[in-house]
């Protein structure tokens, strides 16, 4: 199989600059993977004909909810909260053969394969500090003084009243279950790997957020290990809006996020294409000896 393993996050079709990018995206061979890494939109329509459209396109699509997804906003007609709202987003997805985070991880087979493509939601619960540290107690704490550090900073977090975690009593409760479940998941993957998260999952990106009172939504300190737990050859996220190639403890970290048309627009004329994850033309992305040779660096912190 040809082709390449392409990423992309926060595709905000509700601007109508990105929707137009979101319909204009294309495989450039017919064996092209897209994964969708969260914040496609708000609007639950919306979220599932952009996904079935790609599906169209692309020869594989791989979808993980960012928190955008998950809001239940007065002007949607689907008015589902929580878990029944990603249920249905699920449902919804395999409708049309978007691959989900409830799905058997799927394998790329392609140039630098054979990679096991993870998919995983695991949320928020107010682990992340503003200064990049974890922050401990209880989550009912950590997200009262998140909202007071926010406030005291003038900025407001989006998620509050918007994203709900029913039936789960906050979204730290829901975030536990959801590691626990992906755990179980990446547990029984084998050999290397490329994970997928709308949110960074270490903490590190976090400080480079602009408004730095914003981290406590940015992830969850429960995912530290994950990089390096697994063999992975790299974690893509997005979520922050700061689209780049970073590395830690030898991992390679991409966020793929578009991001909002004022965002982009700043930095160039055209949003940004999707990243290239896998494609085979990088040495130690090719299967075999070169990704065990990656490994062996790592270990004697070659990469450190
Ligand atoms: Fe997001």
């Excluded at 393993?5 to 064996?31: F, I, K």
């Excluded at 960012?66 to 007609?77: A, I, K, Q, R, V």
């Amino acid at each position: 199989m040809a082709g390449r393993l392409l990423a992309v996050s926060d595709l905000h079709v509700g601007y109508p600059e990105n929707r137009a990018y979101a319909d204009a995206l294309s495989p450039g061979d017919s064996g092209d993977w897209l994964i969708v890494a969260g914040d496609v939109g708000e609007v639950f329509a919306d979220v599932g004909f952009v996904l079935a459209s790609l599906a169209n396109r692309f020869a594989k699509v791989i979808w993980t909810p960012g928190n955008h997804e998950l809001w239940t906003l007065p002007s949607d007609p689907v008015t589902l909260r929580g878990a029944a709202r990603y249920e249905a987003l699920v449902k919804v997805c395999r409708r049309f053969g978007v691959l989900t985070p409830e799905d058997e991880f799927p394998v790329w087979d392609g140039p630098g394969g054979p990679v096991t493509v993870a998919p995983v939601f695991a949320l928020y619960d107010y682990s992340f500090r503003a200064d990049g540290s974890a922050a401990h107690g209880a989550a009912a704490d950590r997200r009262s003084a998140a909202l007071a550090a926010a406030r005291k900073a003038g900025i407001r977090p989006a998620d509050e009243g918007r994203l709900h975690a029913d039936p789960y009593p906050s979204a730290a409760a829901w975030c536990r279950d959801l590691v626990a479940a992906a755990e179980r998941r990446l547990d029984d993957v084998a050999g290397p790997a490329v994970l997928v998260s709308h949110w960074p999952l270490v903490r590190d990106p976090v400080t480079a957020l602009r408004h730095k009172e914003f981290a406590p939504w940015c992830g969850t300190a429960l995912t530290a290990g994950w990089h390096t737990r697994h063999q992975v050859v790299a974690a893509v996220y997005g979520h922050l809006h700061i689209p780049r190639t970073t590395c830690y403890d030898g991992v390679r970290f991409e966020e793929v996020s578009v991001g909002y048309p004022r965002e982009w627009q700043r930095r160039g004329t055209a949003a940004p294409g999707p990243r290239v994850i896998l494609d085979g033309s990088l040495l130690w992305f090719s299967a075999g000896g070169a990704l065990a040779e990656l490994f062996a660096r790592r270990r004697e912190g070659v990469f450190a």
